[in-house]
């Protein structure tokens, strides 16, 4: 009787639970309106979207990409320039395709694990476990059926994917329907775990909605630098300016902006991640498009750099050789010339200085990280930084010393009458590494970032110096006063050291 009772258990599960007739695939709705539904047709489309498309432009890790989501007649160069951006060779254990729900509101965000997707261009497998474990565990990630049924802005990433990575990926389809920062923070606490180099993110996002060309350009460019900026809080100060302008014709600066906020909480707290611009244009662009009533289409990639081992270049005899990053002394009263020419012009006529590079040194162009500090009576004046930019060394120093005379949270401007009282100081850093112990940091060398969770605070090399505190006292102090974690929050987080070429111009001065 028990081996029955076994037998009739065992039917039962597999003619409810695992009965293949509850799956449903998810139908292409938007082929024939989007993008064409004629599967030869849309290989050509996609064939001329790649060719024109921009080139990779880092040689790092891609780990998300920012694409549009509108008609490819509109925005199918800009979508390929982002995906043109990925290793088409590379097999990925899943594709993150996330998007904003635009015809059915809900709260949180919805995975569909019922089934695979369809295109003209074949199936798209489902990673219906993963999908239903974040399901499982999340509070804010549901599946909702009628949510996916009629949306399009997942589905037309899937034709670029299934272009560039054949059938060799599986996707997760995720909606948000929630326009709370609470619950994109919750979304990408789930998320964060699987935002690694095995796994791609897609980003499903249009721009400014319907104004016209030159204001849609000026207001996308500003959203772009903000997402590039890798800051939550600068990106919600670019959206909430922006519409408070009351440009005309403007409904949003980016209608998936919940999307790109989840990402930006996972990728905010790496200072190993950089943003690039890849490739911008608006509906004004395209040949049937009006330049009166425009939306915005932007392709951004970010990636992580390439393991040391990667990078390393070779001699003529194939031996491995590291280049070390020396700045000579002119080389440093070129760039503190740099800093304080661009904050006496931007404080007293909010401009921007142009810089005749002319004649410059190598090492200036070379991409380099760095902090600019501002001193005043012996006093921190403002002091904020970059790791790892994509930009050349005395484009990085410009742009710093704008931001730590201006958009230092801690102090008000720097005010005109205030500029020659103010000394300027510059850290260019070397790229940071992991520590397994703190045993390796040295006090005076090395500067410390802690990360936890979406936490994160940095002290430059200098300020051990300043302070005479023990190594404990310093991971103590960042953790608490810098990543807002706690006194003992480093002991379970993870720490990155750096070096930094420090200079200043009282230094220069006294030389």
Known sequence: MRYIILLISILLFFSSGCNSQDLQNRK????????????EVLRADLRKFFSAAKAPASPGNVLAIISPHAGYAYSGKVAASAFNQIDKNKKYDNVFVIG???????????????????????????NMELATRLIDDSEVIAFHDQAHTNEHSLEVQL???????????????ILLGTHSADVCYQIAEAMAPYFNEKNLFVISADFSHYPDYQNACMIDRQTAEAIKS??????????????????????????????VLTILFIT???????????????????????????????AISFTKPVTTSQIKSKDE?????????????DEKKILLGIARNTINQYIRQRQVPEINTAGYPENLFENAGAFVTL???????????????????????????ISSATKDYRFTPVSPPELDKIDIEISVLTPMQKIESIDEIELGRHGVYICKGFQS???LPQVADKTGWTVEEFLGHCARDKANIGWDGWKDAEIYIFEAIIFSESESHNQ
């Open 159 to 173: 034709p670029f994917l299934q272009y560039l990575l054949k059938d060799n990926f599986q996707i997760v389809p």
């Open 317 to 329: 005899n194939n031996m491995t050789i590291e280049k070390n990053f020396v700045l000579t002394d």
């Open 375 to 401: 001193n005043k009576d012996g006093h921190l004046r403002g002091c904020i930084g970059r790791f790892n930019p994509d930009e050349p060394l005395y484009k990085v120093v410009q742009d710093m010393a």
């Open 100 to 126: 904003s729900s635009h015809r059915v509101a809900f709260e949180g965000a919805a995975i569909y694990n019922k089934g695979n997707f369809e295109t003209p261009l074949g199936i798209v497998k489902v």
């Open 268 to 298: 905010g707290t790496d200072p190993e991640i950089d943003i690039h611009l890849i490739d911008y244009q608006n509906s004004g662009d395209s040949e049937i498009g009006d330049k009166s009533k425009v939306v915005g289409y932007n």
């Open 230 to 259: 890798n800051s939550v809080e600068k990106f919600a100060d670019a959206i909430n300016t922006a519409m408070e302008k009351n440009i005309p014709g403007l409904e949003t600066c980016l209608c998936a902006w919940p999307a």
């Open 28 to 39: 292409a709705v938007v082929a024939g309106s989007f993008y064409p539904s004629d599967p």
């Open 457 to 459: 605070g940095t002290f």
